[in-house]
């Protein structure tokens, strides 16, 4: 299945960790310039700086602010735990909307040694005592399950599947799911579980990067799209044929790319945006 083909930057979002070296001040510059439509703001870089004020100058750039990454991490093996967890989720939900930034794109965590069963449901009662701010904010909290490389210690969340429960015992409209091709493309069940998340219109992001062979490291060397073997045109032609059609956002995490000019990295990710998503 392919989508049609992307002709234009307006849907493309990049994600503040994918230009590392940058500061917030510098990435936003380059992107406007590079007419990227969206970002997505990493709350490190978000430190020392007042988020309104940056809200106002990423609006004035005529970029729009996708999400604020990330919340999450819920699970804990201590009261004290569960407890700061839920906190720094509630500072974030602050912080998105002091942003303006609409969605809040959630890490869900892991405790390593402790039953995934356990952490899921940590998991779903943080997110459940966060949101009453999100409602009161308006903003949206997207759960990225994450491969299961990760279920030790970033996310007992692993699959569509696995984000989809969670949605489904929370029944609540602010819920849904941050689709990220790195972490579900070898999902047997994708495209059932892409059809179903839209039918519940819980389908709140899409994330792209590739996954190259071999990997040398399994967090910071990450494709840039093409580079690899995902299919990225043909999951997002799942996630359109399930009704989004929001920004396709540019997540990589890269040693080999930031060691490189930022800049000429930004060429290349438009580039690799055209012909590969
Ligand atoms: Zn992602």
Redesign the pocket.
């Known amino acids: 299945m392919s989508p049609s083909p992307l002709t234009d930057f307006s849907r493309l979002c990049v994600?503040t960790i994918t230009t590392k070296p940058w500061v917030i001040e510098e990435a936003m510059d380059r992107y406007a310039a590079a007419d990227v439509g969206g970002i997505t703001v990493w709350r490190q870089w978000l430190e020392g700086r007042d988020p309104e004020s940056i809200g106002e100058k990423l609006r004035s750039r005529n970029l729009e602010i996708v999400s604020l990454?990330r919340g999450g991490f819920f699970p804990s093996d201590s009261d004290a735990g569960l407890a700061a967890a839920i906190e720094d989720n509630r500072a974030a939900i602050r912080e998105a909307a002091a942003l303006g930034a609409p969605m809040i794109?959630l890490v869900c965590g892991a405790v390593p040694g402790q039953p995934l069963e356990d952490s899921r449901k940590q998991i779903a009662d943080g997110i459940a005592a966060v949101v009453p701010l999100a409602e009161e904010h308006g903003i949206r909290l997207a759960i990225?399950p994450l491969h299961p490389m990760y279920a030790d210690d970033r996310s007992a969340i692993n699959t569509l599947a696995s984000a989809n429960e969670v949605c489904d015992r929370l029944d609540h409209p602010l819920v849904g799911i941050?689709a990220?091709v790195?972490?579900i493309w070898w999902d047997p069940d994708l495209a059932d579980q892409i059809r179903i998340t839209g039918e519940k219109d819980r389908l709140f992001?899409f994330?792209v990067c590739d996954w190259k062979t071999p990997t040398s490291d399994f967090l910071n060397d990450r494709g840039l799209m093409g580079e690899g073997c995902i299919d990225i045109p043909g999951i997002r032609a799942l996630v359109e044929a399930a009704g989004f059609s929001g920004f396709n956002?540019v997540?990589i995490f890269s040693d080999r790319w930031w060691a490189q000019d930022q800049d000429h990295f930004l060429t290349e990710i438009k580039k690799a945006y055209l012909e590969h998503c």
């Open positions: 994600h990454c794109v990225e941050a990220d790195y972490h992001a994330h956002e997540e």
